[in-house]
Every structure is written in structure tokens, then in C-alpha cells.
């Protein structure tokens, strides 16, 4: 299994706290309580470190290219498909798909389309649940809009989570980017936000799983 570069040193730092408490505990457990218990909590240490090395696993997948949809960005599952105006950037009414992601799921993150990026801002922010309305205006996110070939503009937020405290992106404005390249990591729950043009085709539906940059989301019109 290949670990994401984003997990080395939280893996590294938790696996030292890990081993740390586990020689607390046979100290004071083993060696004053129980063997039962000590060897329980060993358990729960080992799967507890297992979790967070299992978190940031890079799964190997085909890049596919099509200019006429639009694909997942991430792992997950969508929780909102509606049309809302777009007030930071494009400034006009966009076809919005959500897809929250759990903490079991793969969180790196995958171009939807291809293009160059014409914007690009952090916004720091709260920390509210990551499928909550207001959690696209007011947690801390990203925002991403790329301009295709044909012209058209995508948006795309990393949007944090209630338990995320950490959004990776690797572009910047200018840079040349190809679909389902990958362009960031987001650590634990949390959820991204695509906008494509209001007339777009969804393909999605609310409560269906996706797998990010394998599953298309939308079919652009011509």
C-alpha cells in the first residue's frame, strides 16, 4: 500500500505518541493491574495507528480524459445537487454538486477538468460539520476555478470539515493542469464543492457514492 506524502509525518508523530503510551501502560498496567487489560489496550493502540496509516493510503487509478464531463474530485458520497448564484468569482447562477467525505474515505483530491487556473484563494474559516449548509461560505475552504479550452469555467472548493484542520492544495494561478490530475489532500472528514454552468447535465444524484476521478458528475452541454 502506498502512503500519500501528506501522511508521513502525522504518521510518524502518532506512532511515537503511540509507543509512548504503550510503555506507560506496561508500567502501570501490566506490571500493577492485569495482563488482560494491558493487552487490550495494546489492541486498541496498534488499530487506533493502523486507522491513521490506512487514512492516508494512494490508491492507483486510471487517468481518463474527456472534455465533455466533468468527474468527481474525491472519494465520497453527494449530499447536495442545486443550482446557487456563485458570489466570489464567476459572479452568476452555477449548478452546485457537494460530496462530503467520511473519515474511512480516500481524501486525496483530482482535478474535475482540464484547463488553466485563472483563480485561486484560501479562506480561513470555521470548523462546522462538512455536510452543513453553511459550511461552503464559512468553514475554512479553498477556492479553485479553472478555465477549460472550450472557455467554460469550472469552481471547485475544499471545503474543511468538523474534524479537519488541514487543506493541501498544490496549484497556483497560471498553472497548466490536466483532468484527474491529482491537486491536493484534504486531512479527514470534509467535503469539496464542484460549480459548473447552470445548464450543464447531471449525471449525479443525492445519495450516490463516487469514486473520485473515476466517477463523472456532470456532462457539459456543447
Not at 509512548?20 to 492485569?34: G, S, T
Not at 489492541?43 to 474527456?66: G, S, T
Not at 466570489?88 to 483530482?110: A, G, P, R
Amino acid at each position: 500500500m502506498k502512503i500519500n506524502k501528506e501522511g508521513y509525518k502525522i504518521i510518524a508523530v502518532s506512532g511515537l505518541i503511540c509507543l509512548v503510551l504503550w510503555a506507560l501502560m506496561y508500567h502501570f498496567i501490566k506490571l500493577h493491574i492485569n495482563s488482560a487489560l494491558f493487552i487490550m489496550s495494546t489492541i486498541i493502540l496498534v488499530a487506533f495507528w493502523f486507522f491513521i496509516v490506512a487514512f492516508f493510503r494512494e490508491p492507483r487509478r486510471v487517468k481518463i480524459h474527456d472534455n465533455d464531463l466533468v468527474f468527481s474530485p474525491c472519494d465520497g458520497r453527494v449530499v447536495v445537487t442545486e443550482v446557487v448564484y456563485e458570489d466570489e468569482y464567476i459572479k452568476k447562477d452555477m449548478l452546485q454538486i457537494s460530496i462530503f467525505m467520511s473519515v474511512t474515505n480516500i481524501h486525496m483530491n483530482w482535478m474535475p477538468v482540464s484547463g488553466v487556473v485563472e483563480y485561486y484563494k484560501y479562506h480561513p474559516g470555521r470548523f462546522l460539520i462538512a455536510w452543513h449548509p453553511k459550511s461552503s461560505t464559512e468553514n475554512e475552504r479553498t477556492t479553485t476555478v479553472v478555465k477549460m479550452d472550450n472557455g467554460e469555467q469550472v469552481l471547485f472548493r475544499q471545503v474543511a470539515g468538523l474534524i479537519a484542520r488541514r487543506i493541501v492544495s498544490y496549484i497556483k494561478v497560471g498553472d497548466k493542469v490536466g483532468q484527474n490530475d491529482v491537486f491536493g489532500f484534504i486531512k479527514f472528514g470534509s467535503r469539496i464543492d464542484v460549480l459548473v454552468p447552470k445548464d450543464s447535465e447531471l449525471l449525479v444524484e443525492i445519495g450516490d457514492p463516487v469514486v473520485g476521478s473515476q466517477t463523472p458528475i456532470v456532462r457539459l452541454r456543447k
